[in-house]
């Protein structure tokens, strides 16, 4: 066992995990912060998706330990524009990826503030193909993505 203290959701939390335990059993199994999801527990899906210091990461990959003293941002502890632009774009539908999906989002619109390229795409801007790529790690099984990418397009002005 080792013991670690992570910041989740603004509050600090001490656990002991044994080294293999990933993030995202720690938070649901150990602290019961289930709004991350496990879709594949391979890195396949996104549903999983959590915010370490402001940057986007998915937690089935991530091993607790490494993240002593790190802060973790789930979507309990999210408050952003992005979750009424869900709602009124219908980004969802039986909501499973929706946590990961948001998360994921903020992220992403950090990274393209940051001046991040993305994988493949070339264009400058925050176009719709843009965010579909830079979204392309968040599956959504319901096949909400035309209202996912509309509600991120929302908060953008665009
Ligand atoms: S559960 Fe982590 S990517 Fe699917
Ligand atoms: S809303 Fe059902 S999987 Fe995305």
Request: net charge negative; aromatic share 4%; with cysteine.
């Amino acid at each position: 066992m080792t013991e670690m203290r992570m910041k989740v959701n603004g509050s600090v939390e001490s656990l002991d995990v044994e080294p293999w335990v990933s993030l995202l059993d720690a938070l649901r199994d150990r602290l019961g912060v289930t709004g991350p999801k496990k879709g594949c527990d391979q890195g396949a899906c996104g549903a999983c998706t959590v915010l370490v210091d402001g940057m986007r990461i998915n937690a089935c990959l991530a091993l607790a330990v490494q993240y002593d003293g790190r802060e973790i941002t789930t979507i309990e502890g999210v408050a952003h524009p992005l979750q009424e632009a869900f709602v009124r774009h219908d980004g969802f539908q039986c909501g499973y990826c929706t946590p990961g999906q948001i998360c994921s989002a903020i992220g992403m619109l950090a990274e393209y503030e940051a001046g991040m390229p993305s994988a493949v795409t070339e264009s400058p801007g925050l176009d719709e193909a843009e965010i579909r790529e830079r979204m392309s790690g968040n599956l959504c099984r319901c096949g909400a993505y035309n209202g996912i990418v509309d509600a991120i397009m929302d908060v953008t002005g665009r």
